[in-house]
């Protein structure tokens, strides 16, 4: 049983750094497609 709770834990674990690492590559793009935006913007100017 100890056991089986272990492996739950640690796979949810896994689960949670594959998202928080998914989300911050996330963000950067984003942030990345903002500033392309933005310099477009004031290149228009």
Not at 26 to 36: A, D, H, Y
């Amino acid at each position: 049983m100890s056991f089986m709770i272990l492996g739950i834990l640690f796979t949810i674990g896994l689960l949670a750094v594959v998202i928080v690492i998914g989300g911050s590559r996330l963000t950067k793009e984003k942030e990345q497609l903002q500033r392309k935006t933005d310099s477009n913007k004031v290149n228009r100017k």
